[in-house]
Nanobody, 122 residues
Framework: QGQLAESGGGSVQVGDSLRLSCAAS????????LGWFRQAPGKGREFVAL????????LYADFAKGRFAISRDNPKNMLYLQMNSLTPEDTATYYC???????????????WGQGTQVTVAS
């Protein structure tokens, strides 16, 4: 599956937007599922959003619905997460990951990036 590398994190203010990017060093398998997860300080890693590499079918965590949008650019082997109306509760390290099951369970994902930090100041 190759490696994944996130970018686009940073420090922003409440209400701002950020777009995270995830570059895959190799083209994901056609049946791959790509997901975004996050881990806030002192908390476990949680699901944010996922999509199928080939056919979309996005799925979002409740907190992400209406604010976040996952997308992909297949020719460029890129995955994105557009985040709008950010709040301090969105402060976390964000990870992209790939797997072959359409699931929010992070244990099913076998390739992970190193993460990118998002900090939202009030």
């Amino acid at each position: 599956q190759g490696q994944l590398a996130e970018s686009g994190g940073g420090s922003v203010q409440v209400g701002d937007s950020l777009r995270l990017s995830c570059a895959a060093s190799a083209r994901p398998f056609s049946r791959s599922v790509l997901g975004w997860f996050r881990q806030a300080p002192g908390k476990g890693r949680e699901f944010v959003a996922l999509t199928r590499w080939r056919a979309g079918s996005e799925l979002y965590a409740d907190f992400a619905k209406g604010r976040f949008a996952i997308s992909r650019d297949n020719p460029k082997n890129m995955l994105y997460l557009q985040m709008n109306s950010l709040t301090p509760e969105d402060t976390a390290t964000y990870y992209c990951a790939t797997g072959t099951e359409y699931t929010t369970d992070q244990r099913a994902y076998d390739t992970w990036g190193q993460g990118t930090q998002v900090t939202v100041a009030s």
